[in-house]
């Protein structure tokens, strides 16, 4: 772990907000050279606090108008090992992350569908036909609001 300073946190929270933006204009937004900037991203990367840049896709706009958080306790965690559900579960495309997890259920799955139905039938024909299935509950998103990171 490196130590930040403030200028290292302005730069993470810059990029956090919009990933895309280059070092000119994080540099330019700053008030610094690009090249100054560049270092510090660069640092930033190789100490491993950068850990990559990702796009993030509106699912409503591409028809995914439900997302459901759905809690599954392994039938039986002796006859199925957790790597075969983890395999199982990660190769359904509605699937958008698995959180192995402690407490009352074994594993979080965050689940995107068209619609209730759509949902239904992910749930029916993809999750409860996973190796090792035992209970689930699902939770439907109503809203999400984005929180400041340990940034601030």
Known sequence: MI?????????????????????????RDLGMSQPATWRRVRRLEEAGILGGRRILLDKQALGFGVT???????????????????????????????EHVLGLYDYRLRIVARDLPDFERVLRRRIMTLPGIGEVEANVLLSEERLPGPLG
């Open 68 to 98: 459901v958080f759905l809690g599954v306790k392994l039938a039986t965690k002796g006859r199925v090992s957790l790597e075969d559900f983890e395999r199982a579960v990660t190769a359904i495309p509605e699937v958008q992350t698995v």
């Open 3 to 27: 130590d930040l300073d403030d200028i290292d946190r302005a730069i993470l929270r810059k990029l956090v907000t919009d990933a895309t933006l280059g070092t000119g204009q994080v540099a």
